[in-house]
């Protein structure tokens, strides 16, 4: 399983753009990077998914380079509403298990 | 809003008692995911069915039993749990296997308190 690393906390003020990059340095070839969203009592909430180079939906972008050792989750133009947990994971290989790192505990501030 | 739909929402139980943890999908998904998750901390897997059968036991206890009568249904049967049994449990469903490209999609989750 690969194995992910993300700082522990981010810091960040409204109208703000928020970058939280993801170490995961033994990534398979067939493994994706998935990111989720939870807030205080409640469940993980699917953000972005890619592959590589770049994946943009109405909610954030996820940067990818080209070894995917790597990964950038960017929320644009944060709001106080944005602050929560973020977790990035990447799939496991013909496999069912996803494990959660620690996340990234993102506050955003008036 | 979540697809994924759990009961009940908070369950206190004494260390005596059987309960159970009801979760249900109607997205077609044949995975479906129990996860454990303690305050301030990530969930943790503990279960997964695949087509209506058991494919991992993360090596939980036995007073924890899953049990999926249908692909639409999952439950977790408890009984004689302890104190440090209560968190959050989470359940999840997803297509088919990970790796690719499939999503995870997770309840709201049961509170579940042990007294």
């Known amino acids: 399983l690969a194995k992910t690393t993300q700082p522990i906390s981010m810091d960040s003020y409204e109208g703000q753009e928020v970058n939280i990059t993801c170490s995961h340095n033994?990534?398979?070839?067939?493994?994706?990077i998935t990111w989720y969203q939870q807030f205080p009592s409640q469940g993980p909430r699917f953000i972005i998914q890619?592959?590589?180079t770049k994946v943009t939906n109405e909610v954030a972008s996820l940067f990818i380079p080209a070894d995917r050792k790597s990964s950038t989750l960017s929320l644009p133009r944060v709001s106080l509403s944005d602050t929560a947990v973020y977790y990035c994971?990447?799939?496991?290989?013909?496999?069912?298990?996803?494990?959660f790192g620690a996340g990234t505990t993102v506050t955003v501030r008036a | 809003d979540t697809e994924v739909t759990q009961t009940p929402k908070h369950l206190v139980m004494g260390m005596t008692n059987k309960k159970s943890l009801k979760c249900e999908q109607h997205?077609?998904?044949?995975?479906m995911y129990w996860y454990k998750q303690k305050a301030k901390k990530p969930p943790e897997l503990m279960f997964v069915?695949?087509?209506?059968?058991?494919?991992i036991n993360e090596s939980v206890p036995s007073r924890f039993s899953p049990e999926c009568p249908n692909s639409s249904l999952l439950n977790l049967h408890l009984h004689a749990l302890q104190p440090e049994d209560s968190a959050l449990y989470l359940c999840?469903?997803?297509?088919?296997?990970?790796?690719?490209?499939?999503?995870?999609?997770f309840g709201e989750g049961s509170w579940l308190t042990v007294v």
């Open positions: 999840a469903s997803s297509q088919d296997k990970l790796g690719g490209g499939n999503t995870i999609y």
């Open positions: 033994n990534i398979a070839t067939n493994d994706y």
């Open positions: 890619g592959y590589k």
């Open positions: 994971l990447v799939g496991a290989r013909n496999d069912y298990k996803l494990s």
């Open positions: 997205m077609g998904h044949r995975a």
């Open positions: 069915y695949s087509y209506e059968k058991l494919s």
